[in-house]
Structures are given as structure tokens and as C-alpha cells.
């Protein structure tokens, strides 16, 4: 590579990360936190998330809607979660953030708490809690960091291999803007492998593009039942199976469904879930999500309810799964590291805070280089004063 090619990808590499560098330390900071988000939780809701076990069977959905209703009778819900353990308490969600935790067995409140701050964290994450506006430039900060991963790998290569054992190794005994430099560069280095699949698999999640994207080249399509009979142009049919089946429905609003019956019904039909969770989505749909035990990819069948008629609109069952729906729903284990389990996360929360350090280390390097730049004028104005002064002083003799 010429020096001239060199320089040019170290400007764009500079500008890139002088531009996003505060955006990639929020994200990544936030990112290594969210990482253990399922044993911070356990460890905070430990006192709540469970009861005494007793010899006694779930007490229903029914029972614990009705006890909901006398506690908060002005509240909507916006998500109940079951998880198939018999002492877990049912999680009832609110639109004011309040969650509400019922004994499994007698529908009574344990526990009534706001959102934890873990979903602040997350919505830092995913937005810079700015709602649309930050979901965009979250987006589209974590495409150039892609592009300042790609540049860093050109800028981190040695002109000659016989260089390479010092761009991997950090000279400790090295000055301290040695030190901040290698810091930059070799642990980028190290961590650039962890911060690409990460950031890809984040983009995933934000971009339809980069889903069809990763759709075409598993040459699949993403699987999308939809319930013969009911109208949605914006379904796609992929193997109509059965006829839906209608829920009753009772009137609060526009979009209350019977959650009971919703739920006893499909832990019928398809048992063995190890959680379920019912969310009320901003279309006003109801969608189940039945989480089941699995080795490695998630295993989770989801069902839509049309609101008001309860009547099941379209579902994806796990035992379906196309290579593009594995990739769905690995995804986001792939982006926290919990696919490979806690090596995984160590890996994933580690890669993380290098990434947060990247920007401190670059912002310090341009900034010593920039001083050295102000020291090389200044010298350069004061030897032309001089020489100019002597000069002059020259002519004045003469």
C-alpha cells in the first residue's frame, strides 16, 4: 500500500470517528452493561420473581386480570409475561412503565415497581433516548463504525512484516503517547474481529436491507403463516395450514383481548413452552412470543391477534424454521454473545469496552498530533522572524 493511500484512509478513518466517536462510546458502554442483562435481573428481582414453592396448580390468567383490574382499574396492559416455572410470578406491564408481580397460585400482588433501569440502559442503547431521531443516528453511527473497522484494519497493517510483532504488541515500557497509540491500535486489533459481528448483527436488526441482504444469502425467505381467511395485504403467504381460530374478546378500549384465554388456548396447542410472553405492539396486535427450550438457537413460535376481535391473524412455529428464520432468531444471541454461552458474553462485554475506548485513545492521538502540529508552526514562524530580522539587519550594515 502507497503512503499517499495510506494517509488518505487515516483522514477518513479521523473524521469518522471525530464525528461519531461520542455516539460509539454511549453504545458500546451501554452494550457491555446490557450484555449480563438476564443476570443483573435475576440478582435485582430475586426477591419478587419468585415465591415459596407450594403443591398447588396455576391459579390462571383469569384470575390474576381480575386482581390486576381492582389493583389498577384505570391502567392498560401492555405485556404479561408466564414463565413455566411453578413459583415464578406472572409480570404484568403498563403504558406508565409499572410492572405488577402476582403469585402464581393465589392471582394475589407481590409486587408493584416501576421499569428497572436496565430498560433505560437499553433504550440508550437502541436510541439515545430520542426516540426515532435517535434510532437513526444510532443506525447509522454504527454503519461508519463498520467503515472505521474496515479503515483500521488497512491503517493497522505493517508496510513490511517484519513490523508486525510490534502492531501486536503494546510496548509497555514505552512512553505514555506510545502507549495510548498502541492501546488504540493493537487492541482494536485484537477486539475488531468480536466489534464486526456485533455491529453487522445490530444492523440486522435496524435495516430491512441488511435482513433481505442476509435472506439471500442463505437463499431462504423468512416464514409468515397467515391464517386463511383473514385479510392482510401486508402479510406474505408462506404454507397456509390451518383455519384461525377466534378468541372471545371484551371491550376496554380498542384493543383488549382476553389474555386467559388467548393463553390457555395455545398451552394446549402447543405445550412445553418455557415462557410466554403476550405484548400489545403499537399497531394495536397482540403478539405471543412461547419461548421453548433449545441448545442452541432460540426456539420461539410467535402468534398475532388482530385487536378487538381476538381473532389470530398469523403465527410462525420454531418447528418451521427456515435458514433465514434460524438467523432471526440466533441474531440477537449472536449480538450479546449468549450464543456461545458465558465465554461468549466475557468475550462480547470485553470486545465492548475496548470499542469504548477506541474513541478516548483516537480523540488523544488527534489531539497530541494536533499540539505537535502548533509546535512545528511556531517553530517555523519564529526561525523565518529571525532569519528575516538578520536579514534586514544585514541591509541596514551594508
Not at 37 to 54: F, G, N, S, T, W
Not at 74 to 83: G, N, Q
Not at 108 to 127: E, R
Not at 241 to 265: F, L, P, T
Amino acid at each position: 500500500m502507497t503512503k499517499k493511500f495510506k494517509d488518505t484512509i487515516r483522514q477518513i478513518h479521523l473524521w469518522l470517528g471525530l464525528g461519531t466517536g461520542l455516539v460509539v462510546f454511549i453504545v458500546s458502554v451501554t452494550g457491555c452493561l446490557y450484555v449480563f442483562e438476564k443476570e443483573i435481573r435475576e440478582y435485582i428481582q430475586k426477591d419478587y420473581a419468585y415465591v415459596p414453592l407450594e403443591n398447588k396448580a396455576f391459579v390462571g390468567l383469569d384470575s390474576i386480570s381480575k386482581s390486576f383490574v381492582k389493583i389498577a382499574p384505570k391502567e392498560k396492559i401492555t405485556s404479561v409475561k408466564v414463565t413455566n416455572v411453578p413459583n415464578a410470578t406472572v409480570s404484568i406491564t403498563t403504558p406508565k412503565k409499572h410492572v405488577y408481580y402476582f403469585d402464581p397460585y393465589t392471582g394475589k400482588l407481590v409486587k408493584k415497581t416501576s421499569t428497572d433501569w436496565l430498560v433505560t440502559v437499553k433504550n440508550i442503547h437502541t436510541s439515545l433516548l430520542l426516540g426515532e431521531p435517535g434510532e437513526f443516528i444510532m443506525h447509522w453511527s454504527v454503519v461508519i463504525f463498520v467503515l472505521m473497522l474496515i479503515s483500521g484494519w488497512i491503517l493497522w497493517f505493517p508496510n513490511q512484516m517484519r513490523l508486525l510483532k510490534q502492531s501486536l504488541t503494546i510496548k509497555w515500557n514505552a512512553s505514555a503517547k506510545r502507549i495510548n497509540y498502541d492501546l488504540h491500535n493493537v487492541l482494536g486489533f485484537y477486539a475488531s474481529g468480536f466489534l464486526i459481528v456485533i455491529s453487522l448483527s445490530g444492523l440486522y436488526m435496524a435495516f430491512d436491507s441488511v435482513k433481505s441482504a442476509a435472506n439471500f444469502l442463505t437463499g431462504t425467505e423468512l416464514s409468515d403463516v397467515k391464517v386463511k381467511g383473514h385479510k392482510d395485504k401486508g402479510a406474505k403467504i408462506k404454507g397456509i395450514k390451518k383455519e384461525g381460530h377466534k378468541i372471545k374478546a371484551e371491550a376496554k378500549g380498542d384493543s383488549v383481548i382476553r389474555y386467559d384465554e388467548i393463553y390457555s388456548d395455545l398451552a394446549a396447542k402447543y405445550p412445553g413452552a418455557i415462557s410466554t410472553q403476550l405484548t400489545t405492539r403499537k399497531t394495536g396486535d397482540l403478539r405471543v412470543r412461547m419461548t421453548y427450550p433449545s441448545n442452541w438457537v432460540r426456539n420461539i413460535s410467535t402468534f398475532i391477534y388482530k385487536p378487538g376481535t381476538g381473532k389470530l391473524s398469523k403465527y410462525k412455529l420454531y418447528q418451521n424454521f427456515t435458514a433465514a428464520d434460524i438467523m432471526e432468531s440466533t441474531d440477537l444471541d449472536l449480538h450479546t454473545g449468549q450464543l456461545f454461552g458465558l465465554f461468549g458474553k466475557i468475550m462480547a462485554c470485553t470486545a465492548s469496552l475496548i470499542s469504548a475506548s477506541l474513541p478516548v485513545t483516537g480523540f488523544i492521538i488527534w489531539l497530541k498530533k494536533k499540539k505537535k502540529g502548533k509546535k512545528r508552526e511556531k517553530k517555523k514562524l519564529v526561525f523565518f522572524t529571525r532569519r528575516t530580522t538578520a536579514h534586514a539587519a544585514t541591509e541596514v550594515t551594508v
